[in-house]
Nanobody, 123 residues
């Protein structure tokens, strides 16, 4: 069972930056960041594919968030710039250990999840 460990959350003022980190204990096919605000459904933020430069972003993340990876370290990063109060949520890292045809934005696509890291943005 591949395990994911997230870090990097915290409290930050609007307009500032934050970087989240997700490290996997084994090889994976793809990694995604999701977020869930209180009372809302978990939603996909961005995804990347190990060994490839392909990335996808949710519309709210485009232009502000950047997902990147260091395959040698089995680590994926989410750089969050120009954060807004509405970015406040628990952020989760999720991974597909092997390929499946699921849509990257669907939670059911992923085999394993991290414990989450809280991001709080104040105005």
């Amino acid at each position: 069972q591949v395990r994911l460990v997230e870090s990097g959350g915290g409290s930050v003022q609007a307009g500032r930056s934050l970087r989240l980190t997700c490290t996997a204990s084994g090889n994976i096919y793809s990694t995604a960041w999701f977020r869930q605000a209180p009372g809302k459904e978990r939603e996909g933020v961005a995804t990347c594919y190990r060994g490839f430069s392909l990335t996808y972003y949710a519309s709210f993340a485009k232009g502000r968030f950047t997902i990147s990876q260091d395959d040698a370290k089995r680590t994926v990063y989410l750089q969050m710039d120009s954060v807004k109060p509405e970015d406040t949520a628990m952020y989760y890292c999720a991974a597909r250990v092997t390929y499946n045809s699921g849509n990257w934005t669907r939670t059911a696509t992923y085999d394993t999840w991290g414990q989450g890291t809280q991001v709080t943005v104040s105005s």
